[in-house]
């Protein structure tokens, strides 16, 4: 055996139910998942079949109403508010399909607004680091307005990333962009991940996308099994 990996995150028996007006519908039904350090997962799954109910709860911005969620060996439902917001803003970076950047600041400052959350100061020289290995290092004064789709969800990318995070989170990041800016931003996130020995979860749609990473689940009738 050789050195034991870190488990990144830990799902056992996760059960998520919505109350839809008088009836119950259970999203999630009983899965077990676990991703350990530098582990790239991709999820696919029908649309409602869940992928972003499970990314939440992945996240601890939802918990569930049966089973475990551990992040980094801590139980997310131990934690109460504000520290399991703190706990996620420390550990775990995201990134969504619609970029979700603020238009009223620069790529830099969007960047840099991790910092301000966490309470961690961020140095010029490191945006300028990460924003040149992920090819935008010439676009840090720009607004989003002023970004092409692609662009944008690079500058989300350094965003997730710019805290090291343990894990990146990923929700269909490249479903609003065409094919040759979905393969590059593809490719950048999941080497930029490598590079960090930084776990990614990628719920994806997309058959390029998912072989970029190290493994592969489908989210089928509220389980997760092998695709
Ligand atoms: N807050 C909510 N309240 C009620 N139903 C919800 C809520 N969020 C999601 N759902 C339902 O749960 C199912 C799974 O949603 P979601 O996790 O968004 O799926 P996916 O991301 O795979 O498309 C869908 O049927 C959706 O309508
Ligand atoms: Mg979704």
Known sequence: MGESLQTVLRMRGVERTYHDGNQDVRVLDDVDVEVNSGERLAITGESGSGKSTLLHLAAGMDLPDAGVVELLGQEVNRLAEPERTRFRARNIGLVFQDYNLVESLTAAENIELVGWLTGTRTSAAAIERLAGELGIAELLGRRPDQLSGGQQQRVAIARALIHQPSLVLADEPTGSLDQASA???????????????????????????AARCDRRVSLVAGKLEAA
Do not use: G, K
């Open 183 to 209: 393969e590059q931003v593809m490719q950048v996130l999941a080497e930029s991940v490598r590079a960090r020995d930084c776990a990614l979860v990628l719920v994806t749609h997309s058959e390029t996308a």
